[in-house]
């Protein structure tokens, strides 16, 4: 999953960068995006759900790790100019929080 999503915004940043902030501006587009968005959530509440420390509220908690996912790799990869080590250290910080938070 980590690998996935740190692979999908390196390569694609700058659009995902566009189309957030398209989804911020156009009711139309927010909801596009919300719905592509509830599979992902659901699958991160399942894990959340069956980790030995669930959270008392699963599905907030992937609404949590969705926003902080978004925002950091937003961050790192969304205006196309991420330096040439970005994506190996963006997987090693998630894999590092999700092993925490999984364990």
Known sequence: ????????????????????DAAGRDPAVAQRLERALVAPREFIERLLSAAPHPPPQPAESARVLMATHRAYLLDTFGAGDARPGAPAAARTALLALWERLLE
């Open 1 to 20: 999953m980590v690998e996935g999503l740190v692979g999908l915004f390196a390569e694609h940043g700058r659009l995902l960068r566009a189309i957030d």
